[in-house]
């Protein structure tokens, strides 16, 4: 899996798929969406190379993609932390919106924000929200143990 995110706004599935598409330089075509994973049970994958699964978030980030990386080329090129953000930042960028990723602490409450700009804010979520598995951030937070590397 390259990355699990949510999205502040709906986008439709061709502009979801051009967009990862150039943000990993692959053909569109070998990028294929489902609305759940079992969806691709009776599907043959031959030929795709990042399968995305969207899903209905509750809160300000009402669309969740999860990408999983099909092919090892691509997969090295998200083995850093710092790789890893950099694409989501010209994901966010093309589609000019705003990405919520987790930050690689175990804070659940521990989120970065991407803005389309390539501004990337820790953030904390609101605990009571998330209960609920609504995504909501609470507030911005100064510091971020990876701050230095994205």
């Known amino acids: 899996m390259w990355e699990d995110m949510l999205i502040d706004r709906q ?3 061709d502009t979801l798929r051009q967009a990862v598409a150039e943000v990993f330089t692959i053909s569109v075509v070998a990028v294929s969406l489902v609305g759940d994973i079992e969806d691709t049970l009776d599907t043959s994958l031959d030929g795709v190379h ?3 699964v ?3 978030a509750e809160g300000d980030f009402p669309l969740q993609i999860t990408a999983y990386l099909r092919d090892e080329a691509l997969s090295r ?3 850093s932390w710092t790789a890893s953000v950099a694409l989501v930042k010209r994901f966010a960028e093309l ?3 705003t990405a919520l990723i987790g930050d690689e602490t175990v804070d659940p409450l521990a989120w970065l924000r991407i803005d389309p700009t390539g501004a ?3 953030v904390t979520l609101d605990d009571d929200r998330l ?3 609504e995504y909501v951030i609470a507030r911005q937070r100064t510091e971020h143990p990876a701050q230095t590397v994205v």
Do not use: K, Y
Request: charged share 45%; net charge negative; proline share 5%.
């Open 11 to 13: 986008v439709d599935d």
């Open 50 to 52: 990042i399968l995305l």
């Open 54 to 56: 969207r899903a209905r």
């Open 77 to 79: 090129r998200v083995e």
């Open 95 to 97: 589609l000019g919106c």
């Open 120 to 122: 990337v804010v820790p």
């Open 131 to 133: 209960e609920r598995d």
